[in-house]
C-alpha cells in the first residue's frame, strides 16, 4: 500500500458486538474518508473527517483522527452480517480536487 | 440520487488488444479520478481531470491514456493490453466547489486480460 498499514488486516466478530479498525498515513492530510466494499464490488463512501477534526459520528459509525500520531479508527457499534466487507480508509493532500491514497483495507467479517 | 454510471461492467480482452472504459459522473459533478484495482490490492490512482483537463497523474502506464469530455464523462483508454491489466477499474466524481474532497466511486469495470 501506499499509504500504510491498516489494522488488523482481518476481523471476525458476532452479530451485535462492536468492530474497530485503524489506519495510519505518512504524509499531512486535508482530509481523511473511510469506504465500505462488498466483496469484488464498488466503494461505497461511508464518512470524511477533516483534518482539524477529532471525531466524527454517523450512525453506527465513529471515526476519530489523531493528527499528531497520524492515524485514525473507524468503529461500527452493533454490527450486522450486512456489515461484512472491506474496509479501506482514504487520504488527501490538497484542498480540492486531489487523488485519494488507499490503505490497505481491513476484511471485517460479522457471523450471525 | 444519481451516481457514478461506468460501463461496461465488465469487459474481457485477449493480450494485446485494445479497451475503451467509461465513466459518467454525478450530475453537477466536474472533477473525474480513475483507480486501478489489481485483485487483493487496495486502490490505486491513475489520473484525474478537472474541467476537461488533466489535473492529477498518478501510476499510470503509457499505454494508458484518457481524457475528459465537455459533457464531463471521460474515457480510459487502454492499448496493448497485458495480463497484469486485470483489475477492477474505478471511476470517481467530486465537485471541486464542494467545501471538501468527498470522492464518489462508480461500480467499477473488471477487466479481465486473457
Known amino acids: 500500500s501506499q499509504q500504510g498499514e491498516e489494522d488488523p488486516q482481518a476481523l471476525s466478530i458476532q452479530e451485535g458486538e462492536n468492530a474497530t479498525m485503524n489506519c495510519s498515513y505518512k504524509t499531512s492530510i486535508n482530509n481523511l474518508q473511510w469506504y465500505r466494499q462488498n466483496s469484488g464490488r464498488g466503494l461505497v463512501h461511508l464518512i470524511l473527517?477533516?483534518?482539524?477534526?477529532r471525531e466524527k459520528h454517523s450512525g453506527r459509525l465513529r471515526v476519530t483522527l489523531d493528527t499528531s500520531k497520524k492515524s485514525s479508527s473507524l468503529l461500527i457499534t452493533a454490527s450486522r452480517a450486512a456489515d461484512t466487507a472491506s474496509y479501506f480508509c482514504a487520504t488527501d493532500t490538497m484542498k480540492y480536487g486531489n487523488k485519494l491514497v488507499f490503505g490497505a483495507g481491513t476484511i471485517l467479517r460479522v457471523k450471525s | 440520487a444519481a451516481g457514478v454510471i461506468q460501463s461496461p461492467r465488465h469487459l474481457i480482452k485477449e493480450k494485446r488488444e485494445t479497451a475503451t472504459l467509461k465513466c459518467y459522473p454525478i450530475p453537477r459533478h466536474d472533477t473525474v479520478y480513475w483507480y486501478q484495482q489489481g485483485p487483493g490490492q487496495d486502490p490505486q490512482f491513475l489520473i484525474s481531470?478537472?474541467?476537461?483537463?488533466?489535473?492529477d497523474k498518478g501510476s499510470i502506464p503509457d499505454r494508458f491514456s484518457a481524457q475528459q469530455f465537455s459533457d464531463y464523462h471521460s474515457e480510459l483508454n487502454m492499448s496493448s493490453l497485458e495480463l497484469g491489466d486485470s483489475a477492477l477499474y474505478f471511476c470517481?466524481?467530486?465537485?471541486?466547489?464542494?467545501?471538501?474532497?468527498?470522492?464518489?466511486f462508480g461500480p467499477g469495470t473488471r477487466l479481465t486480460v486473457l
Open positions: 470517481a466524481s467530486s465537485n471541486r466547489l464542494a467545501a471538501y474532497n468527498e470522492q464518489f
Open positions: 473527517i477533516r483534518s482539524n477534526e
Open positions: 481531470f478537472y474541467e476537461k483537463m488533466q489535473s
